[in-house]
């Protein structure tokens, strides 16, 4: 039957997060400085990037469709 088979993954599913759950720790405060470093300097770029492509966007719309 079906309901087995879901029973059988919701089973497994459990004994995975049970195993991740297990091996959570928190992190130190140089870990965290250093993530929160990474995650700014990531945002940071992307967003230079959509600057520097919104820029001449805009400028070639004013010039061809003035």
Same mark, same amino acid.
């Given at each position: 039957?079906?309901?087995?088979? #879901?029973y059988n993954q919701l &089973?497994?599913?459990?004994?995975?997060?049970?195993?991740?759950? %297990?091996? %959570?720790?928190?992190?130190?405060?140089?870990? #965290?400085? +250093?993530? +929160?470093k990474v995650t700014a300097l990531g945002?940071? %770029? &992307?967003?230079?990037?959509? #600057?520097?492509?919104?820029?001449?966007?805009? #400028?070639?719309?004013?010039?061809?469709?003035?």
């Amino acid at each position: 039957m079906d309901i087995n088979k #879901y029973y059988n993954q919701l &089973l497994e599913f459990l004994d995975e997060c049970k195993r991740v759950w %297990l091996v %959570l720790r928190k992190p130190s405060k140089e870990e #965290y400085i +250093a993530v +929160a470093k990474v995650t700014a300097l990531g945002i940071s %770029l &992307l967003g230079i990037i959509g #600057y520097v492509i919104h820029v001449p966007i805009t #400028y070639i719309k004013g010039i061809v469709k003035p």
